[in-house]
């Protein structure tokens, strides 16, 4: 039976214009599904606490008595070479895009958009319940509060993870409409914007002052149509975050 908030709720929704339903129930639908998400990533993570405080102490002492080792670069390369081999562009049920080169591979898109996801939950669990299982875990590796787990760096590799690696062919068939770009002075269009965006982390001519303003610089071919724009980190952080739904969701419907 439909609970009082349920009625009301499709009361509201169908007081509105069709278009207008149709966009309710779509981000009810992401709603619901983060809703859902969360709830299995804290379960997961609370019925594997133990083993993760056991891991990270053994990290540190490992760490402490010179044992670490580098990170194998070339292992890294076998393990991606093992699941294109397993599930590669030639596997049943995967749909290559046209990107305009034949190695992008949009899985990695969606990979690293789960990663940042989790990021995020595990921040908001550290700042919501500091002192629970969960929490206290999250607290003790983030230097007692001076590093937090969303800040510039995330902001700039989700950048780079949604608006480089895919190449230039792709960013047009992002859906952008609705994006605010007002953040940025000065601003553009929103698909001029990102890919002089994109040009300015391809090339690394972006900067960061100590008050979190952020400075992206483009120069087109023989030193033309020079751009620079600014935006303080956490605002383009939403934007990058926005602009990740709406490319995720492109990159899902050509991924088995």
Not at 118 to 136: N, Q, Y
Not at 159 to 164: D, M, Q, R
């Amino acid at each position: 039976m439909a609970s009082n908030a349920i009625t009301t709720l499709v009361q509201m929704v169908e007081s509105l214009p069709e278009s207008a339903q149709e966009q309710v129930v779509e981000h009810l639908r992401e709603y619901i599904e983060d809703l859902r998400d969360e709830r299995e990533w804290e379960l997961a993570f609370q019925k594997n606490a133990s083993r993760l405080r056991t891991a990270s102490r053994k990290v540190k002492q490992e760490i402490e008595a010179g044992n670490a080792q580098p990170m194998d670069e070339e292992c890294l390369h076998r393990r991606r070479r093992l699941c294109r081999t397993g599930a590669g562009q030639n596997a049943p049920g995967h749909k290559p895009m046209e990107s305009g080169r034949d190695d992008f591979d949009p899985r990695l898109v969606l990979d690293a958009n789960r990663s940042f996801w989790w990021i995020f939950h595990s921040a908001e669990i550290a700042r919501s319940s500091p002192t629970s299982e969960v929490g206290r875990l999250l607290m003790s590796n983030m230097h007692d509060g001076k590093c937090d787990l969303i800040n510039p760096g995330l902001a700039l590799a989700a950048a780079y993870i949604y608006f480089v690696y895919p190449k230039e062919m792709l960013l047009g068939q992002v859906d952008l409409t609705g994006v605010d770009v007002s953040c940025f002075q000065p601003s553009l269009q929103a698909q001029l914007l990102i890919r002089r965006l994109r040009n300015s982390l391809a090339h690394g001519r972006f900067r960061i002052d100590n008050d979190g303003r952020m400075t992206f610089e483009d120069i087109g071919t023989q030193g033309q149509d020079p751009f620079t724009t600014a935006v303080y980190w956490a605002a383009f952080g939403m934007f990058v975050q926005e602009y990740g739904r709406r490319a995720v969701r492109l990159f899902q419907k050509h991924t088995g």
